[in-house]
Nanobody, 121 residues
C-alpha cells in the first residue's frame, strides 16, 4: 500500500520559516517507476491549489506565490520530499498536502493526510 505522510507543520509568526517533509513508500522513489511529487494547499471553503512539484530528474515547478520563497527538494535515498518555506505570510495559512502522481499511469495518484500551517502573530 502506497503511503504519504506529511510532517513539519505548525504555528509560525509572519516572516518566519517552516520546513515540511513528506515521507513516501519506496515505490514512489523506485527507479522502476516515475513519480512526480508535489505539494498542494487548501483552506476551508476553497479548492486545493498547487504549490510546487518536483520530478524524478529534479526538475521543479512553482506557483507564482511560492516562487522566491519556497523551495522543494527530493531525497530518493531517504524517500522524502521537503518543502522549505521562508518569509511566510498570514495568507500562507492552510493545510498542506503531499501528492505523488505516476507519470506512466494516471490511475496511480496518491495524497497524504495533510499538515496544518498557521502563520499568525
Amino acid at each position: 500500500q502506497v503511503q504519504l505522510v506529511e510532517s513539519g507543520g505548525g504555528l509560525v509568526q509572519p516572516g518566519g520559516s517552516l520546513r515540511l517533509s513528506c515521507a513516501g513508500s519506496d515505490v514512489i522513489f523506485s527507479s522502476y517507476q516515475i513519480y512526480q511529487v508535489g505539494w498542494y494547499r487548501q483552506t476551508p471553503g476553497k479548492q486545493r491549489e498547487f504549490v510546487a512539484l518536483i520530478n524524478e530528474d529534479g526538475e521543479t515547478a512553482y506557483s507564482d506565490f511560492a516562487k522566491g520563497r519556497f523551495t522543494i527538494s527530493r531525497d530518493n535515498a531517504k524517500m522524502t520530499v521537503s518543502l522549505q518555506m521562508n518569509s511566510l505570510k498570514p495568507e500562507d495559512t492552510a493545510t498542506y498536502y503531499c501528492n505523488a502522481r505516476n507519470l506512466q499511469n494516471s490511475n496511480y495518484n496518491y495524497w497524504g493526510q495533510g499538515t496544518q500551517v498557521t502563520v499568525s502573530s
